[in-house]
């Protein structure tokens, strides 16, 4: 008998974390929807009860302590991870570079970078038991250097290079995980609606979450170490 499908999404109590839980659900996927806020994560494995297996997984990406009993609950209740999306970020003031506060910095990577890279080392020994790992980093256009990314607009620079590292983190984790079959991508979801940007985007949560879904189903033809959108390869 197959195993069930595993999946994480972290960050996932609402915007497109919460419809990348919801369209993965859609897909017969168990999805643990991550969140630091037990309250808003309970409401939002409330709001999607009809939409599939969801359940609520507490996870503080910028907590180890938190981090581990993710793993902890995740081993002994499933023994492991198929899908894992990074989906947690916060975002930040559009400060010009010769102003940018350090310290505003240094929040903003801790959970876009460090964090990142804290929840990938800790779940991989899950996800190296399935036979179809799949890691997705939710990036944006911002983190491109390429012309439609952090020239266009007035980017912010914590932001932004945070979502560039983020890509780079990709790259490094693809090929190390290569050779085991895991497939390692970045997403970016457009210009969503949401509270990051006062629901001034132009796409939904839905429409922002598809190249996440997309990612993390892929079969094993599909591609890793891309960065990608509804249209396709994202320059770097």
């Known amino acids: 008998m197959k195993s069930k499908t595993i999946a994480l999404v ?4 609402k915007g497109i974390g919460k419809a990348i839980v919801k ?6 996927i168990t999805v643990l929807l ?6 808003r994560g309970l409401n939002a494995v409330a709001d999607l009860k ?3 297996d ?3 997984l507490e996870i503080d990406v910028t907590n180890p302590t938190s981090i581990e009993a993710a793993y902890q609950k995740i081993e002994s209740t499933y023994g492991h991870l198929d899908i894992l999306v990074n989906n947690a970020g916060v975002a930040a003031s559009r400060s010009k570079p010769g102003e940018a506060d350090v310290i505003e910095f240094k929040k903003v990577y801790e959970t876009n970078v460090f964090g990142v890279v804290a929840v990938i080392n800790s779940m991989l020994p899950l996800i190296r038991k399935s036979s179809s790992g799949r890691i997705v980093n939710v990036s944006s256009l911002r983190g491109s250097l390429g012309d439609e990314g952090a020239f266009i607009g007035q980017p912010s620079i914590s ?3 945070s979502k560039t590292a983020l890509n780079a983190l990709t790259v490094h984790y693809a090929k190390e995980l290569a050779s085991v079959g895991i497939k390692v991508n970045s997403a970016a979801p457009g210009h969503v609606a949401t509270d990051f940007n006062d629901f001034k985007g132009k796409r939904t949560p839905e429409e922002g979450a598809a190249i996440a879904i997309h990612l993390a189903t892929l079969d094993q033809s599909g591609p890793t170490g891309g960065f990608f959108d509804d249209n396709g390869n994202i320059k770097w």
Do not use: K, V
């Not at 972290?10 to 109590?13: K, L, Q, V």
């Not at 991550?34 to 309250?39: K, P, Q, V």
């Open 34 to 39: 991550g969140s630091r806020n037990s309250e």
């Open 10 to 13: 972290t960050g996932a109590n």
């Open 50 to 52: 009809n939409d599939g």
């Open 159 to 161: 932001y932004s290079s």
């Open 54 to 56: 969801i359940y609520f």
């Open 23 to 28: 369209g993965l659900a859609n897909q017969g």
